[in-house]
């Protein structure tokens, strides 16, 4: 019998059999991607003697058109209810309209870590010689930073008068039909991060923790959020966890946590992918930086997410990639960033065996050089499905 998802008194979640999960299709290719995904959830499930009973609700243009409404309230109600869901892309138009909805949707139930876990799976084409390499979960700020939204139009009454308070107050001097955005970056929220960083280092066995910053520039805000990170180190973890000033780069048994300026970053996962493990990062680095690290491990299209918050049990799983409208309907598009998002929501629910089985059948797919357009056109050999027919290969092989 179906039942919903609940939090024990401890803080652990407590998943049914058969639990309630509320969905949002997605927009675009949404229509192709999410049943796609859905036929591959339920195989593995079913396999281990479980099965979901799915809830939809709607976000995005579907939403739009039957609610007028883009995010009705019964949407956050239900995510709130019942602990975990999942999402297909949806809509954000860029320089105007309505604001992202994935980031209304982290910001409402303040969901602070966007989980990102980047690696490769045989047989995914790459661009780079050795994307086997690439084997890192990067913990990105999800609520401050500037996706807070806090910013003010140019040439508005509104971005006049902080002008003009910035420059009487402060004695900022800002060029005239100027944008204003502002940056908030808190102890609380950088710590609260960094916390679920280190212990999913340490739970998963990881070797590091690295902090990746622009403190060399923003020293109040990014250089902030490096320093608080290495407090907490040395305040809640210091008998399982050293920062690299404390141990001269040498931690012993214990959790290395180390940090690096962005910038550079963006340089060494790509020149030395081995040397990060688990990264911890401001929002807007963190969003850089998780695309850039799926291009070398096969494109976003295959990249995983989830916005968890480890306090309150509540986690949203989504696909990290775009609508792409032009495709929507022709079951052309690889559903594999919604298929890993479920894997990391099995994981998360701690179906941990289906999870391994979807991977599983994943990769043997691709070897098999059954894969959908994006694949086949970078492989020699292989042997183009649509998206449907993809999920179908994966479910004949768990």
């Known amino acids: 019998m179906a039942q919903p998802i609940t939090m024990s008194p401890d803080g652990a979640l407590q998943v049914p059999d058969e639990p309630i999960i509320p969905f ?6 949404g229509v192709d991607i999410w049943p796609a995904a859905r036929l591959v959830f339920d195989a593995a499930a079913a396999k281990q003697g479980k099965k979901i009973a799915w809830k939809e609700v709607l976000a995005g243009e579907k939403a739009f058109k039957e609610t007028g409404d883009w995010l009705p309230d019964k ?17 954000t138009p860029i320089g ?50 500037v996706y807070a939204g806090l910013e003010v139009q140019a040439g508005t009454p509104e971005a006049d008068r902080l002008s003009a308070f910035l420059h009487d107050e402060l ?20 710590k609260r991060l960094v916390r679920a960083a280190i212990e999913y280092a340490l739970s ?21 959020f490096r320093n608080w990170g290495y407090d907490l180190v040395r305040d809640e973890f210091s008998d399982v966890a050293v920062g690299w000033d404390d141990c001269d780069g040498k ?19 790509l020149t030395r992918p081995e040397d990060f493990d688990v990264i911890a990062t401001t929002n807007l680095n963190g969003d850089y930086l ?25 986690g949203v799983f989504e696909a990290t990639h775009g609508t792409a409208p032009k495709y929507a309907g022709q079951d052309k598009v690889n559903p594999g960033s919604v298929i890993l998002s479920g894997v990391l929501m099995f994981e998360h629910l701690g179906w941990g065996d289906a999870a391994a089985d979807i991977v599983r059948a994943l990769e043997a797919t691709i070897a098999d050089k059954i894969v959908t357009y ?25």
């Open 290 to 314: 998780s695309d850039a690290l799926a291009a070398q491990v096969g494109g976003i299209g295959i990249a995983p997410g989830g916005n968890i918050n480890y306090v309150t049990g509540h």
């Open 96 to 145: 105007g309209g309505i604001r992202s909805l994935n980031v209304a949707l982290r910001l409402i139930l303040d969901l602070y870590v966007c989980l990102r876990p980047v690696r490769w799976f045989t047989g995914v084409p790459s661009p780079v010689r050795h994307p086997e390499k690439v084997d890192m979960v990067i913990f990105r700020e999800n609520t401050e930073d």
């Open 24 to 29: 949002i299709e997605g927009d675009g290719t």
């Open 171 to 190: 004695g900022w001097e800002i060029r005239p039909q100027s944008g204003i955005g502002i940056k908030p970056i808190s102890e609380f929220g950088s």
């Open 374 to 398: 994006d694949f086949a056109r970078l492989m020699d050999g292989a042997t183009e499905v649509k998206c449907s027919e993809f999920a179908a290969a994966i479910v004949d092989r768990l």
């Open 204 to 224: 998963h066995e990881r070797e590091s923790v690295t902090l990746v910053h622009k403190g060399n520039i923003q020293k109040f805000t990014e250089g902030a």
């Open 251 to 269: 931690p012993g048994s214990k959790l290395l946590v180390k940090d690096t300026i962005a910038d550079i970053t963006l340089q060494q996962v």
């Open 75 to 91: 949407t956050v109600e239900a995510f709130r209810e019942h602990l975990i869901g999942i999402k297909g892309p949806l809509t």
